[in-house]
């Protein structure tokens, strides 16, 4: 009697264990999932996105893409955006949290000053950007010009259009890393640090003897991370630029969203999406290794 | 156990000259993240002219005239109302959930526990935008295109895996003896939930509820994708609307600059500690 009641409990614990699943499993299904798979299909289609039609072509749409000099530069775009990202606002916020830490300084107040452009929505800050900063005739840029300095805004020209546009993006992201570099950093174990410091090391010895290695994991994922986001950044280039002036900042996403919803070549565009993905998942495969210990073990 | 010692502490410092130099260079960044944002109030007050005049300049007068007037030309009223929306039913999805799968994976009870993890692993490394044609189509189908609900559910799926670990973290701090003792007493699963798990991870649940919240208000591709009518346009949306027809009229854009920055800065001074916990514990590895 009693053995059948506690199977009975189990059998309804696990019912109720999977029936919890659920909610997540029909999220994530019907809106990343099913969209997914009909991306993938939709990639060996000619499609115009709206009828009903699609044609089966094969791999037309990737030897398209193939021979498509816009398709290389956006790719180039997306690598050039990588390398500026995994290092400039990395530097710029290890620098800042280790000196917060270091030297127990107004840390809630930086913190919270930093992080105040990662909280506004990219258009805010893109709007905010091309008026009070870019503009010749309200911003920065226009004050200088009049004050007789040979300066134009950077998205105007071809060679400078992704810096500026970069700029942007990393005044607002760095903040973010600053923050989380933080919480890793205040992990460190005090005792390692008193014991170096008796020792007489300096600033550079600390930071690469005592701090470093403190945050290293928390480092290496971000850079992980931000290698995934670089091959998916659309907002703030789309926001500033549409990807020009003559597809000078073009990157994939803005590439495949042009191609899907201004030329309406949505069986093309899904097999830009695609290949974008399948570099992005190169970096993927970092991530879930580099966290898998922590999930899985 | 022993604590062990950390940086957490407080410490004397001598102030020595590399002090002194770390405390101008944070200063220094202070004043770069706060630069583009105090030029925008500056000039929020002033007209036109006196912004083309001189974006430094002082304003002549303190008056609200220009956030009276931006308010009601963008119409950041039912902007406002629309991002509230999309918002909340964005939080209502992204909390169930994530809670639900967060509770699934910290007590991996159920076998599907590991492809259930590496699938939302998996999620997170995939740049979701390249899914947004057949979404987009699909939306079109069900004719819940400028349906500000079913978007802000939308964006709750594609922000799911974060919230999830996230969620977690917040369960695997739950003492079993408490669930096992409540079990005895011959609650089922549900009442274990609600009555024993759920009142022990609620402030895990608001900085979840907090971090969606954030993606969610601030959210740009889904929006402008799947919003195409006017009148469902969200906050972020009507404000761009209003960069694209009053782009003359920079007094205009000044003011609904400060009216987009205003209320995001003060729910983040408000929920602060919310923010950054949510924030640090997504990403920093143990």
């Known amino acids: 009697m009693v053995r059948t009641r506690k199977r009975k409990d189990v059998r309804e614990r696990k019912l109720a264990y999977h029936l919890l699943s659920l909610p997540a499993i029909f999220l994530s299904g019907s809106i990343v999932l099913l969209p997914a798979i009909q991306t993938i299909f939709a990639s060996f289609t000619k499609w115009n996105g709206i009828s009903k039609a699609k044609v089966w072509i094969g791999l037309q749409n990737y030897q398209e893409i193939f021979h498509d000099w816009v398709f290389w530069k956006s790719l180039t775009n997306n690598i050039k955006w990588t390398i500026l990202f995994v290092t400039v606002p990395v530097i710029i916020a290890m620098l800042a949290s280790v000196f917060i830490a270091h030297y127990r300084i107004g840390h809630k107040t930086f913190q919270a000053i930093y992080l105040i452009p990662y909280l506004l929505a990219p258009t805010t800050n893109a709007i905010i950007w091309l008026n009070i900063i870019f503009s010749p005739n309200a911003g920065l840029v226009g004050f200088l010009q009049r004050a007789g300095w040979q300066i134009t805004s950077p998205l105007g020209n071809m060679s400078t259009a992704l810096l500026g546009v970069a700029m942007v993006d990393i005044w607002h992201y760095w903040g973010f890393l600053t923050v989380i570099f933080l919480a890793a950093l205040r992990q460190t174990p005090l005792d390692q640090l008193e014991s170096a410091q008796l020792d007489g090391a300096n600033g550079w010895k600390l930071f690469f003897k005592i701090y470093l290695p403190n945050i290293l994991p928390t480092v290496s994922l971000m850079i992980v991370l931000i290698v995934i986001y670089s091959f998916m950044t659309y907002d703030y280039i789309y926001l500033l630029t549409q990807g020009g002036p003559a597809h000078s900042t073009e990157v994939l996403s803005t590439y495949a969203y042009s191609l899907a919803f201004s030329a309406f070549k949505f069986g093309k565009a899904a097999a830009v999406s695609l290949s974008m993905g399948l570099i992005g998942s190169v970096a993927a495969y970092f991530y879930t290794w580099l966290s898998r210990k922590e999930a899985i073990e | ?286």
């Open chain 2, 1 to 286: 156990m022993k604590s062990k010692r950390l940086l957490t502490r407080s410490r004397n410092q001598k102030k020595t000259v590399a002090f002194w130099i770390a405390v101008s260079i944070l200063c220094l960044l202070a004043l770069i993240s706060l630069f583009p944002l105090a030029l925008v109030v500056l000039n929020s007050f002033k007209s036109h002219t006196e912004i083309m005049l001189n974006p430094f300049s002082w304003p002549t007068s303190f008056s609200f005239h220009n956030y009276v007037y931006t308010w009601e030309i963008g119409k950041f009223g039912t902007g406002f109302i629309n991002s509230i929306k999309l918002t909340a039913s964005a939080i209502i999805a992204g909390v169930i959930g994530s809670s639900t799968m967060g509770y699934v994976l910290a007590t991996r009870r159920v076998k599907t526990w590991r492809p259930l993890t590496l699938y939302f692993m998996l999620a997170t490394t995939v740049p979701l935008q390249m899914f947004m044609l057949p979404l987009y189509s699909t939306f079109v189908d069900l004719k819940l295109m400028g349906n500000v609900y079913a978007v802000g559910v939308a964006i709750a799926a594609w922000n799911l895996p974060m919230p999830i670990f996230l969620m977690r973290t917040y369960f695997l701090k739950v003492p079993f003896e408490l669930e096992e003792a409540a079990r005895i007493d011959g609650a089922n699963t549900f009442h274990v939930l609600t009555k024993v798990i759920m009142p022990i991870v609620s402030p895990g649940i608001i900085t979840v509820a907090c971090i969606i919240g954030l993606f969610s208000w601030n959210e740009y591709l889904l929006t402008t994708t799947l919003l195409k009518n006017e009148v469902n346009f969200t906050a972020t949306l009507k404000f761009l609307n209003l960069n694209g027809t009053f782009s003359r009229d920079f007094s205009v854009i000044m003011a609904g600059a400060v009216i987009m920055v205003i209320p995001m800065v003060l729910v983040f001074l408000l929920l602060q500690k919310r923010f950054i916990e949510g924030m640090a514990n997504g990403a920093v590895k143990g």
